[in-house]
């Protein structure tokens, strides 16, 4: 594509622009541009949700620009607020420092690793004296803070806010005072910080950073944001396999999304696809990100599996988990069993399962809470559990 083109492509996916006149005079300028991008280390996995933005750096890093990767290590000591509903706990610094890390592995798979430059925002947060901080504060007011959604429904339905929260915003604007940003890049659930940002740089004497919003994915269920927290993600880092499973379930309604906002496949032809056989789109989708980040050698290994699973078949390649025969005892219940080889992440979450009919034993339904697995129910030393269609487990007994 030609620069005119890959800049129309990166303002085709934007939901909103802050200020398109002057961003269009700097992307022409000629000028190597300092594009920043905030990262909340407390959320270290990404899914396909966290690459919309990210796809629009890469074209900005090809087109020659200065990426700037901010990994908010300082801010997420306070626990960024954004769409939260109650006041999100904090992380220590270690933690912060070894989230971020994965974070930048996960972000190589789109971005050149080479041609980032990251940045730690407690560089300049942390030497700030508390007379910098209430300089800070006295550049917005409680009234403008208050303007955000979620601070706003706190307010109005008496939820406790804490004043460190409020400064959030602030913090994260002020990142683009210290690196003197051109453009910053994100989330429209970010909007509210990003323009915080423009703000304090004209405070500071500085030329304001154009902002550039992109939508927010619907998740898997087709109805909130893909989120880790609400499990209707399709993660970066998960195996082909997974990825292929996800890609069949997600709604009709919002595939062409999809498309549109995580591959560059060209939208006629998807479109075409869509309107002929929605089956073989979908089939297209879960090929096509697994090109992306795994590679095309993958690609019918996962088709094989999903098929398999999809007659009703158990796959070859499903996760082993080791039980001494000793442990098991004279019986152990199959609640307890699921728990143990982490099927499950509780055994209260067992006991609904299994309650839900979603608990398979060597492909035979069970519902029974109180259901002891024994040495009998081992074919050959081995046992399959399937928790739903698709997650299977091999237990192997050993001496």
């Known amino acids: 594509m030609s620069k005119n083109e890959k800049i129309e492509l990166i303002l085709r996916r934007t939901v909103d622009i802050h200020n398109k006149e002057t961003l269009l005079k700097k992307l022409n300028s000629g000028k190597k541009l300092i594009v920043k991008f905030g990262a909340d280390p407390s959320r270290p996995d990404l899914h396909l949700g966290h690459t919309v933005p990210l796809r629009a750096l890469k074209i900005l890093q090809e087109l020659g620009h200065d990426i700037v990767f901010v990994i908010g290590d300082f801010t997420a000591m306070i626990g960024d607020p954004t769409g939260k509903s109650k006041t999100r706990p904090s992380l220590s610094f270690e933690e912060t420092r070894k989230n971020g890390e994965t974070y930048f592995k996960q972000i190589s798979k789109i971005l050149d690793p080479e041609k980032i430059r990251i940045v730690y925002n407690s560089e300049w947060l942390e030497k700030m004296s508390f ?16 303007e955000r ?20 915003p602030l913090m994260q604007g002020y990142d683009s005072v210290a690196l003197h940003a051109d453009i910053e890049v994100g989330g429209t659930d970010q909007t509210f910080n990003l323009l915080v940002g423009r703000e304090l740089q004209r405070d500071y004497n500085q030329e304001p950073q154009d902002v550039m919003c992109f939508p927010l994915l619907v998740g898997l269920d087709g109805k909130e944001k893909m989120s880790k927290s609400l499990g209707n ?9 997974k990825m292929y499973e996800k890609a069949m379930r997600i709604p009709d309604d919002v595939l ?14 998807i479109e075409k696809l869509m309107s002929e056989d929605i089956l073989m789109a979908h089939r297209k989708y879960a090929e096509e990100i697994i090109k992306m980040y795994h590679g095309e050698e993958f690609i019918v290994q ?8 999809a007659k009703g078949g158990i796959p070859e390649d499903i996760e082993i988990f080791e039980i001494k025969e000793n442990l098991l005892g004279n019986g152990m219940l199959l609640i307890d069993l699921l728990n143990l080889s982490n099927i499950v992440s509780s055994k209260s979450e067992g006991r609904r399962i299994i309650e839900q009919n979603g608990i398979s034993v060597n492909k ?24 739903g269609k698709k997650q299977f487990k091999k237990i192997i007994l050993i001496k």
């Not at 601070?151 to 004043?163: A, L, M, Q, T, Y």
């Open 256 to 269: 062409l999304d999809y498309f549109k906002l995580t591959t560059d496949l060209d939208m006629k032809d």
């Open 131 to 146: 007379e910098d901080v209430i300089k800070l504060t006295g550049k917005y007011t409680v009234a403008r803070i208050l």
């Open 233 to 241: 993600y399709i993660g970066v880092d998960e195996s082909p396999e």
């Open 364 to 387: 035979i339904k069970e519902n029974d809470v109180n259901k002891l697995i024994t040495t009998t129910n081992f074919n050959n030393g081995e046992l399959i559990i399937q928790k």
């Open 302 to 309: 996962a088709e094989e599996r999903y098929n398999t699973v």
């Open 149 to 168: 959604d979620d601070f706003k429904n706190r307010f109005n339905n008496n939820v406790s806010i804490g004043i460190h929260e409020f400064l959030y």
